[in-house]
């Protein structure tokens, strides 16, 4: 929990049910270099399929200004694929 984003956290502890929230952190690569470009965290509920996600880029730049959340049927690595197409989408990530 140390890990992930505290904007991400203030939302999830504010959940009536945040202890059955799973939260993770993946670190995010560049595919060409292989130089990293920063991580995302999600919270993610798997009875409801929500999730809520935040991006931290590498260095001093904000590309969020608060998580998103979304729907995403699956599992984690469902929740994970489904973000970073919404970054994608935004043009944060490539």
């Given at each position: 929990?140390?890990?992930?984003?505290?904007?991400?956290?203030?939302?999830?502890?504010?959940?009536?049910?945040?202890?059955?929230?799973?939260?993770?952190?993946?670190?995010?690569?560049?595919?060409?270099?292989?130089?990293?470009?920063?991580?995302?965290?999600?919270?993610?509920?798997?009875?409801?399929?929500?999730?809520?996600?935040?991006?931290?880029?590498?260095?001093?730049?904000?590309?969020?200004r608060s998580p998103r959340w979304f729907q995403c049927p699956g599992d984690i690595n469902n929740a994970m694929r489904a973000f970073h197409?919404?970054?994608?989408?935004?043009?944060?990530?490539?």
């Amino acid at each position: 929990m140390a890990e992930v984003h505290p904007l991400l956290m203030a939302i999830i502890i504010m959940m009536p049910n945040h202890q059955d929230w799973g939260l993770y952190s993946a670190d995010v690569y560049d595919m060409a270099s292989g130089g990293p470009l920063g991580y995302f965290d999600i919270a993610f509920d798997p009875p409801t399929h929500r999730a809520c996600g935040y991006y931290s880029a590498v260095g001093s730049s904000v590309v969020m200004r608060s998580p998103r959340w979304f729907q995403c049927p699956g599992d984690i690595n469902n929740a994970m694929r489904a973000f970073h197409a919404l970054l994608r989408q935004a043009g944060h990530v490539h």
